[in-house]
C-alpha cells in the first residue's frame, strides 16, 4: 500500500496537487533542439524549461491555454496573422512548442504602435489598406531596423467575423503585430466580465500574455472589465491578471524596459490620476495604483488607446504612458481625429534598452507635426497665435516667431482644435452621429501683436528633432 502511495506522489510532479489540477509537459524547441529558460503558463502560474526544453506545469484545467514568453533571439511562428505562441488546454496534458531562431542581433528593431483601427462596415477595409501602406512604406524607410508591430485594441466595433479580414489587411505592412482586446473586442451582453473575451481569444489567443525582443519585455493586458449590463465596462486590471504580472515581472532585471500595451488608458491628465471620479470609469483604469506599484522596478512605457486621441503623460521618473490616437481618425469619417490630430500612428525606435519614439500621420509627411491658427481667422483665439503640436509632450520645446521676431516661452494650454470643429460640426452625412470634437492640451499659444504678417513655429521634442512650420496670416 505505501509502495503504491508512493508512486501516485511521484507521478504528480510538482507539489500541491489539486483535483482540478492537470499535469501538462511538453518541450520548447528550435530546429529541433530543446531551449532552456522559457516561462510557460496557463494564465496563473509558471513553469521554466530545463536544460532540454522541458517543463512540467501545474496547470488548473479550468483555464484555456498554456502559453509562453517567447524569449528574446526567438520567434513564435505566425499563422493567418496570429502570432502561435499558445495551445488550447490539452485534454492529455501533452504541450509543444517550436520557437523560430531571430536572425542576427534583435536589440535593434523598430515597433509601429496602432489603436482602434475599430473597424464597422466591410467598406472601411479600403482605408484601412491605405495605412497598412503607408506603415508599410514607413517601416521600408529604414535600411536595416527590423519592425515589430503593436495593436492597442478595439481591432474592430462589433461583428468579429471581421477579425480575418483585417489580418490579412494588416498582412500589407510587411511586419507582424501582436495585439490586445478593447472594449469593442468584448463579446457583450453576458452575464460577467469572464464571458467577455470569448471571441477574441478564438481568434488571438490568451487575453494577456508577455514577451521579450532584444533587451526590452513586453507585457500585454485586458483592461476591459465587463461589468454584466448591456455594452457597459469599466477601465479596471482583475487580481488575477495582476497576481500573474507580478510573477511574470519577478523574472524581469530590476531596472529593465519594459513596454505594458493594454486598451484603455492608466491616465490621460494629471488629474485623473489625482482623483477618481466614477464618470470617467470607463475612460481611464480606475485601479491603476496597482499597476504602477508593480512598474516601479523597471524604465516602464504604458501603451494604450480607446480616447481615439492623443495623450503623452510622463508620470513619473521612469513610468510614460503613450496614449495613441485612432489609425481610423473619427471612426473612418474624417481624417483627423476629434483633437485635430491627424489619424496615423506611433513609430518606436529601440536600441538596447534605449527608447525614441515619434508620432506618423498616415495622409502626410514625417515633417507634418503641428498646425498654427491665429486669432484673426479664429475668434476663439483672438489675440493669440496657436500651434496644434499634437505629439507633443511637456519637455517638448515650442517656439514662436512673429515678423521674424522671437517671441519668448510659449505657453501650453487646452482647446479645441478648429480643424476638428469644422470636419464634425455637421454629422448629418455620416455614418456616426454621435462625432463630435474634444479638448485636448496640445495646444500652445503666444500673444499676437497687431498688425502681424507672419507666424512661425520651432517645435523640438524631448529627442533633439525640430519640426517647423510657418503661416502668414489674411489680412
Given at each position: ?5 508512493l ?16 499535469q501538462v ?22 513553469a ?18 498554456v502559453?509562453?514568453?517567447v524569449?528574446?533571439?526567438?520567434d ?11 495551445h ?26 496602432t ?6 462596415a466591410?467598406?472601411?477595409f ?11 512604406a ?32 494588416m498582412?500589407?505592412?510587411g ?6 482586446m ?11 466580465h469572464?464571458t ?22 513586453y507585457?500585454?493586458?485586458?483592461d476591459?472589465f ?5 455594452y457597459?465596462?469599466?477601465?479596471y ?8 504580472l ?12 519594459v ?25 481611464t ?12 522596478p523597471?524604465d516602464?512605457?504604458i ?16 513610468l ?17 481625429c476629434?483633437d485635430?490630430?491627424?489619424r ?6 529601440i536600441?538596447g ?16 507635426q ?33 515678423d ?8 501650453r494650454?487646452?482647446?479645441y ?6 470636419m464634425y460640426s455637421?454629422?448629418?452625412?455620416m ?20 498688425g ?16 517647423r ?7
Amino acid at each position: 500500500m505505501k509502495k503504491y502511495l508512493l508512486i501516485l506522489l511521484l507521478a504528480g510532479c510538482c507539489a500541491g496537487v489539486r483535483a482540478a489540477d492537470l499535469q501538462v509537459r511538453g518541450r520548447v524547441s528550435c530546429d529541433g533542439k530543446g531551449v532552456a529558460g522559457v516561462w510557460v503558463s496557463d494564465g496563473e502560474r509558471f513553469a521554466r524549461t530545463d536544460a532540454k526544453g522541458r517543463y512540467c506545469l501545474t496547470a488548473d484545467d479550468a483555464n484555456r491555454f498554456v502559453f509562453i514568453s517567447v524569449p528574446a533571439g526567438y520567434d513564435a511562428p505566425v499563422e493567418e496573422g496570429v502570432v502561435r505562441y499558445f495551445h488550447p488546454m490539452p485534454a492529455d496534458g501533452r504541450c509543444d512548442f517550436a520557437l523560430l531562431r531571430r536572425p542576427g542581433d534583435d536589440s535593434r528593431y523598430g515597433l509601429i504602435v496602432t489603436a482602434d483601427p475599430q473597424i464597422w462596415a466591410r467598406k472601411e477595409f479600403a482605408k484601412l489598406a491605405a495605412a497598412a501602406d503607408d506603415i508599410a512604406a514607413t517601416v521600408g524607410a529604414y535600411d536595416a531596423r527590423p519592425f515589430q508591430g503593436i495593436c492597442c485594441g478595439d481591432i474592430v466595433s462589433h461583428d468579429h467575423t471581421f477579425y480575418d479580414q483585417y489580418n490579412e489587411t494588416m498582412a500589407r505592412t510587411g511586419i507582424v503585430f501582436r495585439h490586445v482586446m478593447g472594449n469593442h473586442d468584448m463579446t457583450l451582453y453576458g452575464r460577467s466580465h469572464e464571458t467577455s473575451y470569448r471571441k477574441y481569444e478564438e481568434k488571438f489567443g490568451p487575453a494577456y500574455y508577455s514577451y521579450d525582443i532584444g533587451r526590452v519585455h513586453y507585457v500585454m493586458l485586458d483592461d476591459n472589465f465587463y461589468i454584466g449590463r448591456d455594452y457597459f465596462y469599466i477601465g479596471y486590471l482583475e487580481e488575477r491578471q495582476l497576481r500573474w504580472l507580478e510573477e511574470d515581472l519577478s523574472h524581469v532585471a530590476p531596472g529593465s524596459t519594459v513596454f505594458v500595451a493594454m486598451h484603455i488608458p492608466s491616465t490621460c491628465e494629471e488629474k485623473d490620476r489625482k482623483q477618481f471620479r466614477y464618470e470617467g470609469a470607463g475612460h481611464t483604469m480606475t485601479n491603476h495604483r496597482g499597476l504602477y506599484e508593480l512598474l516601479k522596478p523597471f524604465d516602464a512605457h504604458i501603451l494604450s488607446g480607446h480616447t481615439h486621441t492623443t495623450y503623452n503623460s510622463p508620470i513619473r521618473e521612469g513610468l510614460y504612458e503613450h496614449v495613441i490616437p485612432s489609425l481610423g481618425g473619427a471612426w473612418w469619417q474624417g481624417t483627423l481625429c476629434t483633437d485635430g490630430t491627424p489619424r496615423g500612428y506611433a513609430v518606436f525606435e529601440i536600441d538596447g534598452q534605449e527608447v525614441r519614439w515619434r508620432y506618423k500621420c498616415t495622409d502626410s509627411p514625417d515633417e507634418h507635426q503641428m498646425v498654427l491658427y491665429n486669432g484673426i481667422e479664429i475668434p476663439a483665439f483672438e489675440g493669440y497665435a496657436v500651434a496644434n503640436i499634437w505629439a507633443s509632450d511637456p519637455a517638448w520645446r515650442v517656439e514662436f516667431a512673429i515678423d521674424g521676431k522671437p517671441c519668448g516661452q510659449a505657453e501650453r494650454f487646452e482647446a479645441y482644435d478648429p480643424a476638428a470643429i469644422a470636419m464634425y460640426s455637421d454629422t448629418s452625412q455620416m455614418d456616426h452621429k454621435w462625432i463630435y470634437p474634444s479638448v485636448s492640451d496640445h495646444y500652445y499659444r503666444v500673444p499676437l501683436p497687431e498688425g502681424a504678417r507672419q507666424v512661425t513655429v520651432t517645435a523640438t521634442d524631448r529627442f533633439g528633432r525640430t519640426y517647423r512650420a510657418e503661416q502668414t496670416i489674411a489680412r
